[in-house]
Structures are given as structure tokens and as C-alpha cells.
């Protein structure tokens, strides 16, 4: 079949079937990954720190500056940013990967300062009181702008207050040479980034 321009269109029955595999809808959100991973923080009603493993994170407004984290209402930092309507996230280095994934498997729900026991030490956010996880290289503090509740995941719509990383390693973009972020790409299997820097 052609169109007005001379290209040949395709039916999805022509070709699907021999050029592409499947994918299972439980898995097809993978199709989008790897994902930046963060460490999302907050305290509890006693000020101890808790924090989760996410990579469902995306800036979705500059003005006024807006994220969206994409949490389980099952998770126990879900329940602990609606109450306290502020959170932080800390973008952790390649060096901190075992830990990071820790935050993700154990709850602080049933491990009371879990951060402590995974061996990560916080202090207390510039302008918002939100624990800040000293280890990792970028931060930042955020209120609650809005929860949408959507499918087995909401959405935490997220104001930046304040933002700020360590020395010498982003300047409008990170600097990629100097350092390896965490990429999730699906269960326990993470990556990194190279190093080659492509302009066009």
C-alpha cells in the first residue's frame, strides 16, 4: 500500500508478527527503561527518617518547578509524605548501589530507622524539614503540590523548594565523566551510563 507521499504503510498484521516479540502488558512499562533512581525521604510523626527506592520520577513543569513520583499507596513513605506534605529526593552515586536497593526491599514500616541499620546517615534538609541523605550527590526538597490517584501506583506531585549537589560535578547538566549515576532497568538489575558525550 502507498500514500500520497510514496511511502510504503504497513498494516500492524503485515509485519508484526515477524520482525517483533511480544511483550507482556505486566512488563511492558519496562519498555521505558532504565530509570534514574532516587532515594524519596521523610519523616515519621517521631522525626525518625525513612526512605524508599524510585526510579517512576519525571520533572513535569519549570514554572513553577514540578516532579512527579509514582509510589504504591502500600508503601509505608507514601503514607508518611501525605501526612507530613514534604519530602526530599537524593540522587545516589553508582557506590552506594547495594544500599540503595536495600531502601527498596526492606520497610520502614516494620524496620524502625531502617536507614540507620542499611548504614545511611541523614541531616536535616536547608529549607524544609525533610531528611537529607548525606552519601548522596544531589537533593532536592520538595512540598506536596498534589496525590492523583491513579492505578496500583499514585501519583506525588511535588513542588522543588530548594536544590542543590555537590561541587564541581553539574553545571545546568550533570558532568557525566565525573561521576556514575544508578539506572534501574527492572527488578534487582540496574546500570550505568558511559561516559561518551554525543552533540548534535
Known amino acids: 500500500m502507498y500514500n500520497m507521499y510514496n511511502l510504503i504503510i504497513y498494516r500492524v498484521g503485515d509485519v508484526m508478527g515477524d520482525v517483533f516479540n511480544s511483550v507482556s502488558l505486566k512488563y ?4 521505558l527503561h532504565p530509570k534514574l533512581t532516587a532515594l524519596i525521604a521523610c519523616y515519621d510523626e517521631y522525626n525518625v527518617p525513612n526512605a524508599m527506592t524510585a526510579a517512576w520520577i519525571m520533572p513535569v513543569s519549570v514554572n513553577p518547578p514540578l516532579i512527579v513520583v509514582s509510589i504504591s499507596p502500600k508503601r509505608y513513605t507514601y503514607e508518611l509524605i501525605l501526612k507530613a506534605k514534604i519530602f526530599s529526593v537524593n540522587i545516589p552515586s553508582l557506590n552506594m548501589l547495594k544500599k540503595v ?11 524502625k530507622n531502617k536507614l540507620k541499620r542499611i548504614g545511611l546517615t541523614t541531616i536535616n534538609g536547608r529549607k524544609l524539614n525533610v531528611p537529607i541523605i548525606e552519601e548522596c550527590i544531589a537533593f532536592l526538597e520538595c512540598k506536596l ?6 492505578g496500583d501506583h499514585n501519583l506525588i506531585i511535588g513542588k522543588i523548594i530548594d536544590a542543590y549537589v555537590r561541587d564541581n560535578i553539574f553545571d545546568a547538566r550533570y558532568d557525566i565523566s565525573k561521576i556514575s ?20
Open 145 to 150: 503540590w498534589e496525590n492523583i490517584v491513579t
Open 28 to 31: 511492558a512499562y519496562r519498555l
Open 101 to 111: 536497593h536495600l531502601c527498596g526491599t526492606i520497610s520502614g514500616r516494620e524496620i
Open 181 to 200: 549515576l544508578i539506572y534501574h532497568c527492572g527488578g534487582n538489575i540496574y546500570t550505568k551510563l558511559t561516559n561518551n558525550i554525543i552533540r548534535v
